[in-house]
């Protein structure tokens, strides 16, 4: 079974900087897109960036410029580095694995972690 394990939030302040893990684990032969997601209270989880095996990247426009999303495939582990936080970037922040498979021939499966908060006050 795959999971996913998210690590590095905490308390920051504005313009401090944050860096977020997500590995996964268990018995994996590859993962399709990897991304991370946020939601703060009252809102609706939104993309907050995504990145394909081949290291293709997406950014929501909020967080252009100053979020960057990396991956290490041999880990199978990605990484969000969050610079100039914003106290509006504060959420919990979920990493999502689309596109799993435990073999060449499985079939392609999706997972969530289970979230690591990030609060961004003075």
């Known amino acids: 079974q795959v999971q996913l394990v998210e690590s590095g939030g905490g308390l920051v302040q504005p313009g401090g900087s944050l860096r977020l893990s997500c590995a996964a684990s268990?018995?994996?032969?590859?993962?399709?897109?990897m991304g991370w997601y946020r939601q703060a209270p009252g809102k609706e989880r939104e993309l907050v960036a995504t990145?394909?095996?081949?290291?293709?990247?997406n950014l929501a426009d909020s967080v252009k410029g100053r979020f960057t999303i990396s991956r290490d495939n041999a880990k199978n582990t990605m990484y969000l580095q969050m610079n100039s936080l914003k106290p509006e970037d504060t959420a919990v922040y979920y990493c999502?694995?689309?596109?799993?498979?435990?073999?060449?021939?499985?079939?392609?499966?999706?997972?969530w972690g289970q979230g690591t908060q990030v609060t961004v006050s003075s």
């Open positions: 999502n694995a689309e596109g799993i498979r435990v073999g060449p021939l499985a079939a392609r499966r999706k997972c």
């Open positions: 268990g018995s994996i032969f590859s993962i399709d897109s």
């Open positions: 990145i394909t095996s081949g290291g293709t990247t």
